[in-house]
């Protein structure tokens, strides 16, 4: 297994380790970790599977950081959204589905 | 020189007025409609001259080749797409400006979202590669999410969460998609993936996630639950905009992909699973939305009903004969702006009853047709497009879509056409059912202002409309299309 591939396998890893946390908790707050864990998985995939066999590639770095700038952007609504509902209802997780 | 300004003004422009709204005083920031709104119909108009008079194209962003620029495809599914934005909110904007007096702290907020909103749409319509898709996604995702939350009342919290959970989830599961096409190809560009598609494992991973991500975004049966309460419980011109324009957005993309990506590339029974949900979100939609006693419910639940209809396009198009597939991409097109402006329309106008009545429950609309009739006609109107009526678009989308199910030997999605219909008839004759029940004799209701009643109106009279005149935009949609312009 070649070094790119190593990058690429940890960034699945990754991406089903944080889809496991974001469907198995129900703390709103985990689950926003778990969310930017499939992201940092991903993004992995996204450098790692790129450098294989073709060099250095400028696309999925530029592809990357446009990536973490919008999973910062959610996380900071997220929270915002997260703290209102916390506020107004004293709960840290969603009601169960009516 | 206009015409090489007015494609990157389509998104420039509410990006700036969003920024700029944030700087003005609140008491300003509806103002800046009257700068935006006539700003962007003459932009859009002029990319459809432009399109009419000198066909499709390719639109370098700067003047920088692909990949260092950002190509913008400028064909007439595109055009169209913009078009219907451009009429849609503003219609729902200068509703907006009138209905969001009375909700000082959240009409502060609501206009950067709006141009933000717009700007990534604008960006999704445009978008030549499946990157900027992602990045045009997220910002409408985000402005979506942000007016849900506008309302700030535990409920309205809850469902901006619930929508947001699905919206980064679908979101991410469309990246790794990305990723993995770019890993395999190469290029971001369709016109490049379409060159390059071949069928492999790998091809299959990224497309099932990037359909997948699509799905849970836009609401597709059984991945619905988040749309109802987030747009049944926002504010009335915001579910108006969430419900016409925004859920088309991610339709859109997975349209586009599946064209370039789908008939080669997966297996036929695929397209016809998208299509089996598509009618199972049909009934279900349609069953849910006759048993809902809150009108804004029954119009979200209608909604998830609605989006079936646009799923058919899969089955219809994929393995089927050039005819029966020109007739599928028509139809479903019609089906779509049929729909973005009778559910506006209908969202509107139900917000103007529950003005009048001052209750949500459909039950409290008892004598309501005898003192607000133009509110109930309006409504009535986009329910007659819903229902598939003829003259409206309702009826025309649902004829051809009809045609090309004959045409390609699948009758079963004629059941699904037939039955849809007499669901949506059965949720809109319960309304109608109640507002026309003898009530007090004494009118208690209380007047909308008149641009309420009249944004709505316009809005249900283009439903129909379009159904009267669909030669001329379904001619303009396939220019630049694989369906030819015949």
């Known amino acids: 297994m070649s070094g790119a591939l190593v990058f690429a396998w940890s960034g699945v890893l990754l991406f089903g380790l944080g889809l496991f946390g974001f469907i198995a ?25 790129a450098q294989d066999g073709r060099g250095v590639d400028p696309v999925p770095h530029a592809m990357v950081i446009t990536g973490i700038v919008v999973a910062v952007a959610s996380t900071a609504l997220a929270l915002v959204v997260f703290r209102r509902w916390y506020r107004a209802s004293g709960r840290t997780d969603l009601p169960e589905d009516t | 020189m206009i015409g090489l300004w007015s494609v990157p003004l389509l998104f420039a422009l509410p990006l700036a007025l969003g920024i700029l709204s944030l700087l003005v005083t609140p008491a300003w920031r509806p103002r800046l409609i009257f700068v935006g709104l006539p700003l962007l119909t003459l932009a859009s108009v002029d990319v459809l001259a432009r399109l009419v008079l000198e066909g499709p194209r390719i639109y370098e962003l700067g003047g920088w080749e692909a990949p260092l620029g950002i190509n913008l495809v400028v064909d007439g599914l595109a055009v169209g797409m913009i078009l219907m934005t451009t009429l849609v909110a503003s219609l729902c904007a200068l509703y907006a400006r009138v209905y969001l007096r009375d909700y000082p702290a959240s009409s502060s907020f609501f206009w950067p979202l709006l141009w933000l909103l717009w700007a990534g749409m604008n960006g999704i319509w445009l978008a030549e590669d499946i990157f900027n898709l992602y990045v045009g996604l997220e910002v409408m995702g985000l402005a979506a999410v942000g007016m849900v939350a506008l309302r700030a009342t535990p409920q309205a919290l809850a469902a901006a969460m619930r929508y947001l959970l699905a919206a980064l989830l679908g979101s991410l599961a469309y990246l790794l998609g990305v990723a993995l096409l770019y890993a395999t190809y190469g290029t971001l560009s369709m016109a490049g993936l379409q060159e390059a598609a071949a069928p492999n494992a790998t091809t299959h991973v990224a497309l099932a996630l990037i359909i997948l991500g699509l799905l849970l975004k836009t ?8 749309l109802p309460p987030a747009h049944g419980g926002a504010l009335t011109p915001v579910s108006a905009l969430l419900s016409a324009l925004v859920i088309k957005g991610s339709f859109y993309i997975l349209m586009r992909i599946w064209l370039v990506l789908g008939p080669e590339v997966t297996p036929i029974f695929t397209a016809q699973l998208l299509g089996v949900l598509g009618a199972g979100a049909v009934f279900y939609g349609g069953w849910m939305a006759w048993r809902q006693h809150h009108l804004k419910q029954l119009v979200a639940y209608s909604t998830v009903a609605q989006i079936g ?58 004598g309501i047709s005898r ?3 133009m509110s109930l006609f309006s409504f009535g109107l986009a329910g007659v ?16 879509l009809l045609h090309s199910a004959i045409l390609s030997d699948q009758w079963w999605w004629l059941i699904v056409l037939f039955l849809g219909g007499l669901l949506s008839a059965a949720y809109i004759f319960k309304v109608f059912r109640m507002s026309f029940r003898e009530g007090p004799q004494i009118d208690r209701s209380i007047t909308p202002p008149l641009t309420l009643d009249v944004t709505a109106l316009i809005l249900a009279s283009a439903s129909i409309l379009i159904g009267l005149t669909a030669h001329l935009p379904l001619f303009w949609l396939r220019l630049g299309s694989a369906f030819g312009a015949g």
């Open chain 2, 371 to 373: 003192f607000r009739p």
């Open chain 1, 25 to 49: 908790h129900r703390h709103l707050l985990r689950r926003l970790l778990a969310f930017n864990i499939m992201g940092s998985g991903s993004f992995l995939v996204l450098v790692g599977l």
């Open chain 2, 219 to 226: 609401a597709l049966f059984p991945l619905h639950a988040w």
């Open chain 2, 309 to 366: 209809y646009l799923f058919l396009f899969f089955p219809l198009v994929t393995g089927t004969g050039p005819e029966a597939a020109r007739l599928a991409w028509d139809g479903t097109l019609m089906m779509l702006v049929a729909h973005a402006l009778a559910k506006a329309a209908l969202f509107l106008s139900a917000g103007n009853l529950i003005l009048a009545v001052g209750s949500t429950q459909i039950s409290h609309l008892v």
């Open chain 2, 385 to 400: 497009s819903l229902m598939g009526l003829p003259p409206s678009g309702g009826f025309t989308g649902k004829w051809l």
